[in-house]
């Protein structure tokens, strides 16, 4: 299991990828923290009142998750390709021939892809670090306070840790059990956008403490913590990790754990899918292959560009992705019609403008990115077949 992790760790340190996220988080980090510092006039990324220092503990944490919390994305590619890398490229039939067993390989996979996700991740406090103390040298008026190291690390280890393994966990158990990475994206275009629909609804229950445990990333959890703190407490106090947080971080820590479990049980390496024919059988005799004469001329090419555009059609109509994509777009459309039942603390009626504002609001998203999977999926479908 420590080989299946060092590799994993050393494998992604080599791609070009890695230092691309690594970039996107940093300059995200920097530039939360330089709008919440009063860096740029005229904007501001903050999260509470003008008291609240831009480098305080609350101001930290709620935009350090925040930006893990989009940065989903990217750790979906990560668990996915270290669930499903093994099946795409046909090579895990030579790996489970060896001392390799099931659980450990697994065990040294998904391990090896949340340390290096987290890992990853501590460019969001570097780059809020490095913002801070450039505001600091080069602006008189700011809105930040003492630097300190521990606010970063303590955010970054209750808040963004747990939620990559929870997310990751999610990730990994889809592309293990499915051995396609499409499942992955699917999940976590539905999770990210689920999530942000669900947590406006579960945040207005009367239950606040249900809510706040209900909550698999803790935004909701944060918000009924620190809710009646004093400037003065967010300024210096680090968020416990006690009652009601240590609850939930506990409770979805179980989640992911037993969902891991039941992966780890579901998971075969068996090879009936790849069945051929039987050993006694006599092969088909060899026939020529048929060589058609290339079409020539501008209608000859345009009805190739037809049959092949329409045999791609038939593909994605056929896809249980692109299914997926367009229930879970209906679904949250209809969620968002029953959630937004106020406009601007105004009850109102789900009215026909309002319904089709909703929805074009709501479907667009998916439609981007179906659009975005299916354009890079068509153009390298040969090649990866």
Not at 314 to 341: E, H, M, Q
Request: hydrophobic share 55%; charged share 10%.
């Amino acid at each position: 299991m420590t080989a299946l992790i060092t590799f994993e760790l050393l494998r992604r340190l080599k791609q070009l990828s890695t230092w691309v996220y690594a970039a996107l988080l940093f300059a995200g980090g920097a530039l939360a923290m330089a709008g919440n510092a009063g860096a740029f006039s005229g904007f501001s990324a903050g999260v509470g009142s003008e008291r609240i220092f831009a480098n305080g503990p609350t101001s930290v944490f709620a935009n350090q998750n925040l930006l893990a919390l989009l940065g989903l994305f990217m750790v979906a590619a990560v668990f996915g390709q270290a669930g499903a890398q093994d099946f795409t490229t046909r090579t895990w039939p030579l790996i489970f021939t060896t001392r390799v067993r099931p659980r450990p390989y697994l065990a040294g996979r998904f391990l090896g892809a949340w340390i290096f996700s987290g890992l990853l991740f501590l460019a969001i406090p570097a780059g809020q670090l490095f913002a801070a103390l450039a505001v600091s040298l080069l602006k008189t008026q700011h809105q930040l306070g003492p630097h300190r190291l521990d606010v970063y690390l303590w955010a970054w280890l209750v808040g963004v840790l747990p939620m990559l393994l929870v997310a990751g966990a999610l990730f990994f158990s889809l592309a293990a059990l499915t051995r396609q990475l499409a499942p992955v994206y699917v999940g976590v275009v539905v999770l990210v956008l689920g999530y942000l629909v669900l947590s406006s609804a579960v945040g207005n229950v009367e239950n606040q403490r249900l809510g706040a445990l209900a909550d698999p990333f803790g935004f909701i959890t944060f918000d009924v913590v620190t809710r009646y703190w004093t400037p003065v407490e967010r300024n210096s106090q680090l968020l416990p990790l006690s009652g009601l947080m240590l609850a939930n971080r506990v409770l979805w820590l179980g989640v992911a754990a037993a969902g891991l479990g039941l992966t780890a049980r579901r998971f075969r390496v068996t090879v009936d899918e790849h069945r051929g024919t039987p050993a006694n059988a006599e092969p088909p005799p060899p026939r020529a292959p048929a060589t058609p004469a290339p079409p020539s001329g501008r209608p000859a090419w345009l009805r190739t560009a037809l049959s092949a555009g329409l045999l791609h059609f038939r593909d994605v109509l056929r896809s249980p992705v692109y299914w997926a994509f367009v229930c879970a777009g209906l679904l949250f459309v209809l969620l968002g019609i029953v959630v937004a039942k106020q406009i601007f603390g105004t009850a109102t009626l789900p009215v026909t403008w309002q319904v089709l504002e909703l929805a074009q609001g709501t479907f667009s998203f998916f439609s981007l990115i179906t659009i975005t999977v299916y354009a890079g999926e068509l153009v390298w479908k040969e090649r990866d077949a």
